[in-house]
């Protein structure tokens, strides 16, 4: 699948594996039911989470803050342009989006994952 293409869930799934999450082993894409076991560095509670991060600031907002990511509105085309920041200063991530959570969250897969993911389908995360 194209990085340029994710949103909702699938977006979301992707946006949780490059944060580190596990995926809950009884959670289905793409219904949408699944809680992601947070990585001891994002926090002190171990316990399991429903982030959206594509959907939610205050899931989605820290990511853009701590990975530098730029959000530009292009009034010609009336998309959102995120780019996503490396330590020397070049871009390593790129997206367009009618949403700005969204563009921001599809550019930081990219600059993790490249321009094309895995589909998961309908399967049980592992």
Known sequence: MKTADLSGVL??????????????AGATIPKGE???KAPRAIGTDIGWVTHRFSQDWA??????????IALQWLA???EWDARCDSASGSFTGYA?????????MRAYVTSEFGDEVPDPGDIRNE
């Open 59 to 68: 899931h989605g907002g820290p990511i853009i803050e701590r990975k530098r």
């Open 34 to 36: 699944f809680m992601w």
């Open 96 to 104: 367009l989006a009618t949403a700005p959570l969204v563009a921001a």
């Open 11 to 24: 977006l979301d799934y992707w946006v949780a594996k490059a944060e580190g999450y596990e995926p809950w």
């Open 76 to 78: 010609k085309t009336r």
